[in-house]
Every structure is written in structure tokens, then in C-alpha cells.
């Protein structure tokens, strides 16, 4: 048993291996029924490991270990360690992972590259598994890079759509400014830990570590390193001002931006933070930097789903709120809240994606909302279990999204530089959730039909390789919530608070002495506010879309106003990119291209080149042949040596 976390990543691997070299000889439903297979072994193995975990002494377990490479006193070994935290992380990986990929099986199956799909997919599983299992920052990075990678090769799977391959280059690229951050802060660990080892003698999550960092000067980089820490979450998880990237990711298929953009990849960031919240601790000024770029992030991305149209842009842009508050909760030191809300959101939104890759694949790839509408009854199961995913999504009480985000705006309130403002920021984002989340709803099944006679023709119920993941996630996404209960203490209800137990120490959750100061009326308003606010914003959405004949609320005049469209535009904040960064920095590109290589660098290899020709062309004149010539010379050399030695003896 003790190779068994090796077990783990290596089934992906070996799925990427078959897909990737014989996939194109397979049939499909093997090529496919491989990879989700192997996704259901690696969840049923991590199981293993969980009960592994709860049954160590410390709750800690590692695999056998091998060194990795070394250079001076450094030394990297190889080893894979799992805890709480890593053992959440991987029951969420494999085990949305293999309804996602199992949901793929029905969704590509007409697709002509069906076995490189997977193939990428297993790619991609692998990659954020070693991310989650690694003992140390050096095969995080590893893991980090790779699935920057396959995220890379799946966002731009049709390669035929240039807008497919762009949105793929830029999430690349957009991706290399958070990681360049990240190695940053991992030379200073290095530089005052003397180690990359999460545990360990000098581990940089253990006392020791920190004790001997702070001996060698690490007090004079505590607030750099997590700052530059957090910068590189920003890229991974779609924070200000690195978010642009995500939206455009929608271009890859549906069941990619229900795994990379829902689940996995997105709250890798998150997992950063918590994993190195012993850090953040130590700096004040991060948490503070945390939050309010987390709070900006939720407002900023909630407002802009306001006013999307197409159908994955909405839940594009409320993934990326989603995880502004993640990042909310970190930066007033609630990470177990943090990840409570990542491992709710794994399951209603990826519900959410693979519904609106059952609608799209009704419609005929059709994306637009308005061109949607009364769906309801050719779509049953789609529109009730993606129902169930918006209810948990506003929050409405009951459901796995209430929980969650009380925990994370009560501890906006009253944690650790939390705020009353913090809170009313949360709550705003949370209100806009509802709204743009409930007119999606309604403008894609209420109403009538808006689409073509061709889509209406075309129109009917996904296969149950598509709905039975959607079923088994909105089971998820009404008793998920019930992991930890706490918001219905404030009620009187005592529930076991199963998931805060669970990760303990690991994302400092709340215990008996560092509990909340926060009295049980305050606790209470803040829970009914939270209710309150999203039952009445859902009812008034959802009542006000219904209503629309035309799907639309607002009018034409009112669509064209200054403000609708810089909502409608993203604040325009791509366009501000493309002319402070892509336009100077192509102009730069091409001038040093025509002055600095092309006169300067080839201008001088030419020249160097030419010269030497012009001065072997008139040598080559003397090369004529003619024997008087050759006498002449013969002549010439002898007369020049008699000077040269007269003269010489003149001296």
C-alpha cells in the first residue's frame, strides 16, 4: 500500500499514453471508456488514501521517495505527500473528473479526433494531480506548468477556429505573468528556508522552518513572498488584472470549461493560498492585498455576466466571481471556508457547464441565449437538474451554495481584517449572482422558442451519458452544503461539522480558541440577510425575464446607453490591454525586426559577407591565366624586396 499514491497520478498518465499513440487506431467508446475508466480507479484509490489519512497519527502519509536532482546544498527529492487538504483536492479531481469525462464520451463522440481529446484530457488530470500530491514547491511547479500546458492544448483543441487557438495563446501568455511571480517566490523560499519541502526538518509549513527562516532574515520578504505568491494564483485562478484570460477559454469544448474552468485548474490558486497560508499569517498587508483584489474581482466579473448573452460567457464570468470570493475568504484568514466554497462550486458549476453543453448540443451548437428560450419541456432533465445548479449557485437556503458563502461573508465580517465593508461588497456580488444566474435561466427555457425551424426540428434530450453526470451533480449540489452545516447554528440547529473537523490544522480552521467574534444576533442578521437577499433577487429575476416575450428586459435605447455597453464590452478592460500592452508591444517587435535585424544585425553579416566577395572578385583578376602575367609579378615582388631591404639598410 505504500506506492498507492504513486498509483494515483500514474493511471491519467497511462491514459494520456494509450490515447495518445494507438487512440486514432481504437474505436471510440474504447478510447474513451479507457480514460473515464481509469479516472473511476484513480477515485476509488484516492478513497484508499483518504482512509490512509484519517488513520495516520498526524494525518499525514507520503510515498516512497527518490532525489531528484541536486546541485550544491541543494537537494530535491521526489516524493508525494497527502494530507486533508491533499486528500480533498483529489476526491474532486478524480471524481468530478471521471463524470466529466464520462460525460465527454456522448458529447465528442462525433468529433474526428475523439482519441486526442482524451488523451489531452488524462494529460490534464495528471498534471493537477501531481500539483495537489507533490511534498514539495518544486513538483508543484511541475505540476503547475503542466497543466498551463494541457490546458493550453484543450482550450485550442479545434484548431480549425482561429478564435479557438487565440483564446488558447492567451490564456498561455496571460499565464506566464502569475508563473514568472510564482518562481520569484520560490527562490526567496529557498533563499531563507533552505529548502522547497512542505514538511520536513525546516518544512516551510512547520515551526522549525518558520523559526530558522526568520533567523536568516525572512522577516525583510515576509509581505514580498506571499504577494508574489498571490500574483501567481492570479494567473491560475483568473484574479485582477490577470482574469482575461478565462472568459475567452470558453472556445475549447463544453466538458474542457466544465473540468479546467469549474472544478480543477481555476482553484488551483486557491490551493496555493491554503497550502502556504502559514505565510500569508506572517504578513498582514497580504491578506489585506488578498481580499480586496479578491472582493474587486467578484464585483467587477458579476457585474459584466449582467449582460452576456452567450450562454458560456455568463457562466464564464461567474466563475471568475465565484473565485473572487474564494480569494475573499483567504484574505481574512477563513481558508477552510475558502475551500469548503471550492469544493461546492466544483459540483454546481460544473453541473451549470454540462447543462449548457446539453442545450448547446440540442441547439446545434448554438451559444446565444437569444435565440434560445422555451426549452423546457424538450429538455426535462437538463432544465431541472441545471435548475437545482442555479438555486445552489444564488444561495438560496438549503442548497450547497447558501452554506459555503455565509461561511465566507460571515468571516468577511469578522475575521481577520474583516470588515462590514468587505461583507457589504460580498453580499452586492453575491445579489448580482442571483440575477444574472436566474436571467439565464429564464431567457434560455421560459417563453418561446426564438431559434430557427431547422434548431426546433433538431431539438431534443441529451443521451444519458450526458444526463446521469448532470443528475448525480445536483444530487451533490443540494447535500454538499450539509459537510459544514454551520450556518444553521445560528438558527438553533446543531449539525456535526464534518468538513471543518476534517481539514483541521491544515487551512487553520475555526477552533474553540480561534473562533469568530462574532455574538449569535450579529450571526444570525448575517445569515438572514444572506438568505433574504438571494431568495428576493432569484424571485425578481426570474419572475421579470419570464414575463419578456422577447427574452430581453430592457429596451433598445437602454441597450445602447454608455453604460450598458461598457458593461456589455467587459469594461473594456481587453481593449485597454490592446492598446497599453499587444499594439506598442507589436510595434516594438517590428521595429526592432526592420532597424535591429534586419540594417543592423543582417545588414552586418551581409556586409561582412559582400566585402569579402569584392575583395576576393579583384584578387580573382590576377588568377587570369597568362604567363607574362604571372612574370610581371614575379617581377613586381622581386623589385618591391630590394627596395624594402635598401631602404632598410639606409636606416
Request: glycine fraction near 12%; include cysteine.
Amino acid at each position: 500500500m505504500e506506492f498507492l499514491p504513486w498509483i494515483v497520478p500514474l493511471l491519467p498518465l497511462v491514459g494520456f499514453l494509450i490515447n495518445g499513440l494507438y487512440g486514432a487506431k481504437l474505436p471510440k467508446t474504447l478510447s474513451g471508456g479507457l480514460a473515464t475508466l481509469l479516472l473511476w480507479v484513480a477515485f476509488g484509490c484516492s478513497l484508499l488514501l483518504l482512509g490512509q489519512v484519517q488513520a495516520a497519527q498526524d494525518k499525514r502519509i507520503f510515498s516512497p521517495e527518490f532525489v531528484w536532482f541536486g546541485a550544491g546544498s541543494l537537494s530535491v527529492s521526489f516524493k508525494l505527500s497527502i494530507d486533508t487538504l491533499t486528500a480533498l483536492m483529489l476526491l474532486i479531481i478524480t471524481g468530478v473528473g471521471a463524470l466529466i469525462h464520462g460525460y465527454s464520451m456522448g458529447y465528442m463522440s462525433h468529433d474526428k479526433h475523439y482519441s486526442r481529446y482524451f488523451a489531452y484530457l488524462n494529460l490534464f488530470v495528471f498534471f493537477m494531480l501531481l500539483l495537489v500530491m507533490s511534498s514539495n514547491l518544486v513538483g508543484m511547479f511541475v505540476g503547475w506548468e503542466g497543466v498551463g500546458l494541457a490546458s493550453y492544448l484543450l482550450i485550442g483543441f479545434w484548431q480549425e477556429k482561429k478564435s479557438a487557438t487565440d483564446a488558447g495563446k492567451k490564456a498561455f501568455i496571460v499565464n506566464r505573468i502569475g508563473d514568472a511571480a510564482l518562481l520569484i517566490a520560490l527562490f526567496l523560499i529557498f533563499r531563507h528556508f533552505g529548502t522547497f519541502e512542505f514538511y520536513g526538518e525546516n518544512g516551510i509549513l512547520t515551526k522549525a522552518g518558520l523559526d530558522g527562516a526568520q533567523a536568516r532574515g525572512y522577516d525583510l520578504v515576509a509581505t514580498t513572498v506571499p504577494i508574489l505568491l498571490f500574483v501567481g494564483a492570479c494567473g491560475k485562478s483568473a484574479q485582477l488584472p490577470l482574469h482575461v484570460w478565462l472568459p475567452d477559454a470558453m472556445e475549447g469544448p463544453t466538458p474542457v470549461s466544465a473540468l479546467i474552468h469549474a472544478a480543477t485548474m481555476v482553484t488551483a490558486g486557491v490551493y496555493l493560498l491554503c497550502r502556504t497560508h502559514t505565510l500569508f499569517l506572517l504578513a498582514p498587508t497580504a491578506m489585506t492585498v488578498v481580499a480586496i483584489v479578491g472582493l474587486l474581482t467578484a464585483l467587477l466579473a458579476a457585474s459584466i455576466g449582467l449582460a452576456q448573452n452567450d450562454i458560456k460567457k455568463v457562466l464564464a464570468y461567474s466563475t471568475v466571481s465565484q473565485l473572487g470570493l474564494m480569494f475573499l475568504a483567504c484574505g481574512t484568514g477563513a481558508f477552510g471556508a475558502a475551500m469548503f466554497h471550492v469544493t461546492t462550486h466544483a459540483f454546481f458549476k460544473a453541473l451549470l457547464f454540462l447543462g449548457s453543453g446539453s442545450v448547446i448540443h440540442a441547439m446545434s451548437g448554438e451559444q446565444d441565449m437569444r435565440k434560445m428560450g422555451g426549452l423546457t419541456k424538450k429538455l426535462p432533465i437538463t432544465y431541472v437538474t441545471m435548475f437545482i445548479g442555479t438555486l445552489a449557485i444564488s444561495g438560496i437556503p438549503g442548497l450547497a451554495g447558501f452554506f459555503s458563502k455565509d461561511e465566507i461573508l460571515v468571516n468577511a465580517f469578522a475575521g481577520k481584517g474583516g470588515s462590514p465593508l468587505l461583507w457589504a461588497g460580498g453580499l452586492i456580488a453575491s445579489a448580482m449572482t442571483a440575477f444574472y444566474m436566474w436571467r439565464m435561466m429564464a431567457k434560455t427555457f421560459s417563453g418561446e422558442f426564438r431559434g430557427t425551424d431547422e434548431q426546433a426540428h433538431h431539438l431534443h434530450e441529451s443521451p444519458i451519458s450526458m444526463t446521469a453526470p448532470l443528475g448525480i451533480l445536483a444530487v451533490l449540489s443540494v447535500l454538499g452544503g450539509y459537510l459544514n452545516p454551520a450556518a444553521l447554528k445560528a438558527i438553533g440547529v446543531s449539525l456535526p461539522d464534518t468538513f471543518g473537523s476534517f481539514l483541521g490544522e491544515n487551512v487553520e480552521w475555526r477552533t474553540q480558541t480561534n473562533a469568530l467574534e462574532v455574538g449569535h444576533s450579529t450571526e444570525l442578521m448575517l445569515v438572514v440577510a444572506s438568505g433574504l437577499v438571494a431568495i428576493l433577487v432569484s424571485l425578481w429575476a426570474w419572475s421579470a425575464y419570464k414575463k419578456a416575450k422577447s427574452g430581453a428586459l430592457l429596451t433598445e435605447k437602454q441597450r445602447q446607453s454608455a453604460w450598458y455597453q461598457l458593461v456589455y464590452n467587459k469594461w473594456r478592460i481587453d481593449e485597454l490591454y490592446d492598446d497599453v500592452f499587444v499594439r506598442p508591444g507589436r510595434q516594438l517587435a517590428t521595429w526592432l525586426w526592420r532597424v535591429a535585424d534586419l540594417r543592423g544585425v543582417d545588414g552586418l553579416v551581409q556586409g561582412v559577407g559582400n566585402g569579402i566577395t569584392g575583395l576576393s572578385n579583384v584578387l580573382s583578376r590576377a588568377q587570369n591565366g597568362y604567363v607574362r602575367s604571372y612574370a610581371l609579378t614575379m617581377l613586381l615582388g622581386v623589385v618591391i624586396v630590394v627596395l624594402t631591404s635598401l631602404l632598410g639598410r639606409g636606416k
